[in-house]
């Protein structure tokens, strides 16, 4: 996320406000969801002669002989003066023995005499997580799996930092997430939210290579209480801010900052310097050394927006840095992690090397229309060759908001259930969330919770995404509108269906558009190209709104013909949201291809939207589907963004080629909270003509075959 570390919303507040029966049923069911195993992890202290230097750049190892007799070779961390510790996963009924204690020296591997502290046994007595943990599934690499192949979906949202009492910040959100059916959290390592082990808030920062045992306390308990309450950790190892001079900085007053004492002279030299490398694999080993027993931790992030990194966005070799840095980092970490955790790292430019060392992607969605681009990725999921889903996701850029605050409002549900019905691995993870349960959004996130496990959403990969046509006597006009906030590419070729259907494409269309001219060197989009097959003849009507200081220029085509141009003059300031400069285009019936470009720039103009002149149901549908389950999102297109919706429209859902057989369908009223008795129907096969109930917001159905 890009926000100010200084910019902090409130104390976590969880009361449930308008709790009807409806609403506390539904949270009540999501109680039954199995827990992961809270056993403490096997633990071995001991005491070491003291040696000249830092003691945290000691490399001790330990030997843990387990019940069966296979000997783990563990590194251990230093946890007090003189003392080590050694941590294995409780992962066998029986009793762990702790063996030789070993030092890499300048000589070598070394066998060091150890003062153990206790009897150097531990018996085990409950297992923790009897499924494993988490990881690729070797059935479906584009999906995660425990180890013993059950399947695990991510559904969460980011607790990235405490606010109040930080002791108790952490079991109180976990307890709340376990009992709304969440299973998923992101939590930072950042100075500011007191858990950066080597750069602290309100006291000097521990010497470059040394860390803070008090911070290393504090995750413990982090990771303890998300052990008991089953939820699974990404923890995020570094943020953009620490390496950036631009977005968020913090490098004015980072402690390995030479104008602070410190010895790197830029923030893109963390990537590339030799110290700084060897620093951070010390801080790395104590990470997995104390904690990478843990069955709560999904995987380990080394980086929140890599992207917003000065390297990144610095030359060539900057940026070739930076990935480099990322395979040397992830690689080093799987050589200790015996418990062979998940690596990732968040960029929202899937095919930036960085990734290429990484087990799944991470993008984060700050979109300027959220309902497409909750299911839209760049490439599509499908063509992808490991899992991917929004880590972070949330409101910021999106305009559509009729009343009600803008975090944890009215676009907030709208958002997650259409990112539920993605082909993607996850749904994406709300990142303003202390926002949505202060203002009372805890039971629709229940009712999500249990939709999705209801229904198959938390287990099965083969419910593909897809959209419906809704047919209804009422009509609206049918407006495309941007979509994508300021994300470097080419100018997209975008295809859209004119029968109200909402496709994932519709998630690549520009909001801003830069100088197309390629001498210019920008990396924004300059033009989309926009397919579209007219059932009828029409005007269409393209809006725009905004151009930035120096000035744009305008040129629309249709098929390949320049039918308008127009000039933004400069004005020393950017006009976002100004005068609306409309443009009407008469289209024939048939397959036009429009073309929307600032072919001379010098600045940006603002796409505020087109409408097509045509129109369509007032209420759309998304869903996912499989042979013998459809899952569906119904929305209201005015309503959805407005807390108390619009005037209730029925419709039609046509389903096509669903197979013959006896369906029962199910209906979910998503502001009670609750699915409504269910009916049943033959279908003899072929297209499904599927009623709504009045919507004035958004409902969810699900039909399920009983019988062919």
Not at 430 to 444: I, V
Request: aromatic share 10%; net charge neutral; proline share 8%.
């Amino acid at each position: 996320m890009i926000a100010p570390f200084a910019t902090r919303v409130s104390a976590l507040t969880f009361t449930v406000i308008d709790m009807n029966p409806f609403r506390a049923l539904s949270l009540a069911l999501v109680l039954f969801l199995p827990l992961l195993a809270r056993a403490a992890p096997v633990e071995f202290s001991f005491k070491l002669k003291p040696t000249d230097g830092n003691p945290f750049g000691r490399l001790v190892w330990a030997e843990v002989v387990t019940p069966d007799g296979r000997t783990l070779f563990l590194p251990a961390y230093l946890s007090a003066k003189d003392t080590w510790s050694v941590r294995a996963r409780a992962a066998a009924l029986g009793e762990y023995r702790l063996g030789a204690v070993k030092e890499t020296t300048a000589e070598g591997l070394l066998v060091r005499e150890a003062k153990r502290l206790g009897s150097g046994k531990f018996t085990v007595k409950q297992v923790a997580a009897p499924r494993g943990g988490i990881g690729i599934d070797p059935r479906n690499p584009r999906r995660f799996a425990f180890a013993d192949g059950t399947p695990y979906v991510p559904l969460g949202a980011n607790l990235a930092w405490a606010n109040g009492p930080r002791e108790a910040y952490f079991p109180a959100a976990f307890a709340k997430f376990q009992q709304t059916g969440l299973n998923w959290s992101r939590v930072w390592m950042c100075h500011w939210g007191g858990t950066n082990l080597d750069w602290l808030e309100k006291a000097p920062s521990p010497a470059p290579g040394t860390l803070d045992l008090g911070v290393a306390t504090f995750w413990d308990s982090i990771i303890e209480s998300a052990e008991e309450h089953g939820i699974h950790l990404q923890l995020v190892l570094q943020h953009h801010g620490q390496w950036s001079t631009g977005a968020n900085p913090n490098w004015e007053i980072n402690p390995w900052n030479a104008a602070n004492g410190g010895f790197l002279r830029s923030p893109a030299a963390f990537f590339s310097d030799p110290k700084a490398r060897a620093l951070t694999k010390l801080k790395y080993r104590y990470i997995v050394a104390r904690w990478g027993y843990s069955p709560a931790i999904m995987a380990w992030e080394l980086f929140n927006e890599a992207m917003w990194t000065d390297a990144r966005n610095g030359s060539p070799a900057e940026n070739a840095a930076v990935a480099a840095w990322h395979g040397e980092m992830a690689d080093f970490i799987r050589g200790l992690d015996v418990e062979r955790h998940l690596v990732t790292t968040s960029d929202d430019y899937l095919d930036q090397p960085l990734y290429a060392r990484m087990d799944y992607y991470q993008p984060h969605l700050y979109a300027s229309h959220l309902v497409p681009s909750a299911r839209w990725f760049d490439p599509p999921a499908a063509a992808l060759d490991r899992p991917v889903f929004y880590g972070e996701t949330g409101e910021d850029n999106d305009p559509r908001v009729a009343g009600g605050p803008k975090h944890g409002g009215p676009l907030t549900l709208p958002l997650l259930w259409s990112s539920l019905m993605a082909d993607a691995a996850a749904p994406a993870q709300y990142w303003y969330t202390e926002d949505a349960l202060k203002n009372g959004l805890l039971p629709h996130f229940a009712t999500l919770a249990r939709y999705f496990r209801e229904n198959g959403l938390d287990h099965r990969s083969d419910l593909a995404s897809f959209s419906a046509v809704v047919e209804s006597a009422e009509q609206v006009p049918l407006v495309i509108e941007p979509a994508l906030n300021w994300r470097q590419g080419r100018g997209p070729v975008v295809t859209l269906p004119l029968d109200g259907r909402e496709v994932p494409a519709h998630g690549a269309i520009p909001r801003h558009f830069v100088n197309a001219d390629p001498a210019s060197g920008q990396k924004y989009p300059g033009r989309v190209a926009l397919r579209l097959d007219y059932p009828q003849a029409a005007t269409a009507k393209i809006r725009l709104v905004g151009s930035g200081a120096d000035g744009a220029s305008f040129r629309l085509l249709l098929d390949g013909a320049t039918v308008a141009e127009h000039t933004f003059p400069a004005t020393g300031t950017r006009q976002p949201g100004g005068k609306l400069v409309e443009f009407p285009l008469p289209i024939s019936a048939g397959p036009h291809e429009l073309v929307l470009e600032n072919p001379h720039g010098p600045d940006w103009f603002e796409l505020g939207g087109i409408d097509t002149g045509l129109t369509c149901s007032p209420l759309a549908a998304v869903g996912r589907r499989a042979a013998d389950r459809v899952c569906l999102w119904v929305w209201h297109r005015q309503g959805v963004y407005s807390k108390n919706g619009a005037t209730p429209v029925a419709g039609r859902i046509d389903v096509d080629a669903l197979a013959a057989g006896r369906w029962r369908v199910t209906w979910w009223d998503l502001v009670a909270g609750a699915p409504l008795p269910a009916t049943e129907r033959s279908h003899p096969g072929g297209t499904f003509h599927l009623p709504t109930p009045p919507i004035g917001r958004h409902a969810a159905v699900s039909l399920e075959l009983l019988t062919r």
